[in-house]
């Protein structure tokens, strides 16, 4: 990047500096061949050291004056040729100069540079995001939000700039350029030793492809994680071990049908993977026998239909443009649905559910209001396209609402933030609805009104050092002893072991008296205050020797200090 830099710099600079030279050697070259005479009549020549002096302060304007002696007519007439040749000259040179300094590429070099220098200087993780859309930015929010570190590149300049203007925890470097060039993701931190994950969140499918095939060529060990919302580039990123490949339609598309088929199973994935500081509240329950009237048929409605399809609704599909999306192979109708007529005559004031899937804002809200209209019963879904209309469709009030990159961006920060969590889901996919519902009841007992937070952690020296050292010292700790008040023994805390993972394997809700090994990792969830109190079983020794009471042990600076006092001291 500087062997760039210095190269543009002397292309652009390489006639103005040899004007320079000319100039200034021909001034020089005059003045010592053209005579003088001294004040005795004597002739004389200057030197090329006082020629040399006497035309850099000449060219420059500065004008101290002739020397060694005062000119004669002769010298004065030759430097009046030159001092009107060297300004010329350094007139050019420094227009020329601005000129280059206003370039755009030196610009985008000097700006590359900076950004490869300061990433380069980075000495905690990061995540290197490909894409400031909505995504990228609600995302950057979160991490830097919890102290994380982030790299940004993006193409479009404006996106940029409102990074800036951002109030984030973290300073976060930006790049303007194309994504898809591997010296830009070089320049990022692709192979920064800190780098942890390479995020793909362009809106672009190609883009997020290309970012994914040059971060796992160029640096295989490095967590990828991208957007696509086509099945058939899902799939070629899926053939690479890409290790995350998000669709916003087909993951909403599940829990719809999640929703519909098991609603305690949608209530948990609402309350565990809330915001903190979220209310708790169980959602409408959407029915599922009736008819739904879907208004669109693109890729968020065929995904949409691909998983309600087996289930007890009937499926009424509404497209205005069946000659690009296709239709499907039940029952349709041609339209937008933002006509009455066409509501009515697809059932509006029969029908039990509402899906508003266009990708259009206007439409979707279109939809709903004269839907409600018809029949103020319905069960509403809608899709919001961009965030500038959340006042909108907040003030719409549908039961459900589809935000593709608020999707992602959640999705994306449960599998940074808690891994666990995003397994513990996978897991519970397969337990029936009655476990679910169980669970529920239990999260709603411990919990008062907020959603609960979720954490984890390991049975290892960053996690948990109060452990280890008790395993050390022979102590059996089980999972009811984690459930202690350090305060209290005696009362449990208001928290749930969601999910115990120990070795390959993986179980959920594990009994109370399950002994733990070194290397085991834990999901939790509850209170805040459950939260703090459970850590200080978990990095004091002595606050953990009284929840299991044994001794309190002597401090780490007693210990090292022990073996080198004399023996009376020692008890």
Known sequence: MIDNIY???LRRMRKPLLALVVVYSIAVFGLVLVPGQDSDGNVWHMGFFHAFYFVSYMATTIGFGELPHEFSDAQRLWTIFCIYAT?????????????????????????????????????????????????????????????????VIDSDLERLNGLQLEKLREFVPSLQADAQCPDVLLSGGLRHPMCQAVLALTSSNEVNLKVALAAKLLHPEVTVICRSDSNDVSANMLSFDTNYVLNPFEIFARYLRMALSAHCHAILNDWLGALRDAQLGEPRKPPIHGRWILCGFGRFGKAVYRELSGLACELMVIEQSPEHTGTPPT????????????????GIREAVGLIAGTDNDANN????MTARALNPELFVVVRENNLVNEDLFSAV????????????ANRIRTLLKSPLLS??????????????????SRVAATMQESAPEVWEFGFDRKDAPALLEAADLGFDIRLSDLLKDPGEPDTNLSAIILLHQGGSKDQLLP???MLLQAGDRLLCCGNGRA????????????VLSTTLGQPQQRGWVWQRLQPHLPARWRT
């Open 397 to 408: 009030k549908a039961d459900t609402r589809m935000h593709p990159s608020l999707i992602v």
């Open 365 to 368: 809200l279109s939809i709903v």
């Open 87 to 151: 300004v010329t000259v350094w007139l050019y040179s420094v227009g020329s100069l601005i000129a280059l300094l206003q370039d755009e590429n030196l610009q985008r070099a000097l700006a590359e540079g900076r950004f490869a220098g300061g990433v380069k200087r980075i000495t905690t993780p990061f995540f290197l995001i490909v894409g400031y859309g909505q995504t990228g930015r609600d995302l950057v929010r979160a991490l830097t939000s919890e102290g994380r570190r982030a790299v």
């Open 511 to 513: 009994e109370p008296d």
């Open 531 to 542: 939260r703090s109190r459970m850590r200080w079983n978990l990095v004091d020794i002595d």
């Open 423 to 440: 397994r513990f889901f996978d897991l519970v996919q397969d337990c029936d609805e009655a476990w679910a519902c169980t669970l529920v």
């Open 7 to 9: 190269f543009l710099i």
């Open 331 to 346: 029952a349709w109708m041609h339209g937008r649905g933002t006509e009455a007529a066409t509501l009515e005559q697809a």
